[in-house]
């Protein structure tokens, strides 16, 4: 497999206004919403790995989860932070590398819609062990990640459901995978895989 070449996140952040980015979406992805009202989840300590904008953060603080906001880029974290507070939400917005992370919490909800398809491929099984460790037994990790049918030359990763399963398998069940899209700014919408996966 062909090693991608990705931005510099932080530079990134500094240069660019975050609604042109192709990840930004303002609302709650219909994916993440949908397995919300799937798995009965409204409350409870939720953490998103990769916020980047914050407006994934933002719309589950907003349903009533306690909310930890994570990036690599402390300037995407800064401008998040900032926005929630003129929403009057109070979210936990921190610098943090979820391959050599800082957080000693346990969370009932993790949601990356962005951060697993851009590991390099050595590092996935650290991810999954991180992960798993910081999830409460039997909770969940909702993963958006590129899907093997997209096409463009550019971006992330793409991953079969088979792939996810297989990589997931040591610490997951797969509950469920679907082929979905990424709703952000691209057009057309990449095709993406939305993946419920519980902590055995």
């Avoid at 952040?13 to 409204?42: C, G, I, R």
Wanted: charged share 20%; aromatic share 8%; net charge negative.
């Amino acid at each position: 497999m062909a090693a991608r070449n990705f931005p510099n996140w932080e530079a990134l952040y500094q240069e660019k206004p975050v609604e042109t980015m192709a990840w930004f979406h303002p609302s709650l992805d219909a994916d993440v919403e949908h397995a919300l009202l799937t798995l009965d989840l409204s409350t409870g300590e939720a953490l998103d790995l990769g916020t980047g904008p914050g407006t994934q953060a933002m719309a589950l603080a907003e349903r009533g989860f306690r909310v930890t906001a994570t990036d690599l880029s402390a300037t995407a974290i800064r401008q998040a932070a900032a926005k929630a507070t003129e929403q009057g939400l109070s979210i936990s917005f921190r610098q943090d590398d979820i391959l050599n992370s800082h957080l000693d919490q346990s969370f009932d909800l993790i949601l990356d819609r962005g951060c697993f398809h851009v590991l390099p491929p050595d590092s996935r099984s650290i991810y999954v062990q991180t992960v798993a460790n910081l999830l409460k037994p039997k909770r969940y990790l909702l993963l958006k990640c590129f899907s093997q049918q997209e096409t463009r030359e550019a971006g992330p990763y793409r991953f079969t459901p088979e792939e996810i399963q297989q990589i997931f398998s040591e610490r997951f069940q797969l509950r469920s995978v679907e082929q979905t899209v990424y709703q952000g700014t691209l057009d057309p919408l990449p095709k993406a895989l939305f993946c419920i996966l519980e902590k055995q």
